[in-house]
């Protein structure tokens, strides 16, 4: 009896290593833009999406190596990314590099004589980074920018006002309006992110 249950305690021990080497490990790196609206939710959102799929395993750069090997301060150097990130013992390394998170006023439609449209819009924009650090290759660099309108109004052509009152987002219309924005842009990245890993695991 003993010995049966040796056998399928390795069998266990067996499919597990083979699950846990089997599922990459993925280095998340978020470098936020100075804003008042927002923290880094760009980072916690990703980090909550990617957990829901059992088949990555993401870790939080920032709560590897503190002591003993900070995060590369230039982000676009890859031969420090790869070197970090080998030591950090992870497969691929994603770099969310958010250049600029902001509000801004347009006029998006206009009939001569008549009116005018105004916008406000929320705009994310940056560049992302997938380092596959077996291969030391970037296989993703590309920007990003997401939009999503917050208000709009019409006015008489007469009117022509772009700082209308009407097209401003009180303080907590603006935390709630960047968190729609951020969500929007995790999609987005997270959209290019699944399709480099079905390539990935279809070789």
Not at 7 to 22: D, E, G, I, N, Y
Not at 84 to 104: F, I, K, N, P
Not at 172 to 196: A, M
């Amino acid at each position: 009896m003993r010995k049966i249950r040796f056998m399928v305690l390795v069998v266990l021990l067996t499919a597990l290593c083979r699950t846990v080497m089997a599922t990459p490990s993925v280095l998340l790196k978020v470098s936020p833009a100075p804003t008042a609206w927002a923290g880094n939710g760009i980072e916690d959102k990703l980090i909550i999406r990617m957990s829901r799929d059992s088949s990555i395993h993401v870790i939080r750069a920032d709560n590897v190596m503190q002591d003993e090997r900070p995060f590369p301060a230039d982000l676009y150097n890859l031969d420090s990314l790869v070197d970090w990130g080998m030591e950090a013992g992870g497969q691929y390394l994603l770099v969310v590099d958010v250049h600029s998170e902001r509000l801004e006023r347009r006029k998006s439609f206009h009939i001569p004589l008549f009116f005018h449209k105004y916008s406000t819009f929320g705009v994310i924009s940056g560049e992302m980074r997938m380092i596959d650090l077996r291969s030391g290759q970037a296989v993703i660099a590309e920007p990003f920018q997401t939009e999503l309108e917050a208000k709009r109004i019409f006015q008489a052509s007469t009117d022509d006002d772009i700082n209308h009152p009407d097209l401003r987002l009180t303080s907590p219309g603006k935390i709630r309006f960047f968190d729609r924005l951020e969500n929007k842009l995790c999609d987005q990245l997270l959209e290019s992110i699944g399709f480099t890993e079905r390539g990935n695991n279809s070789d």
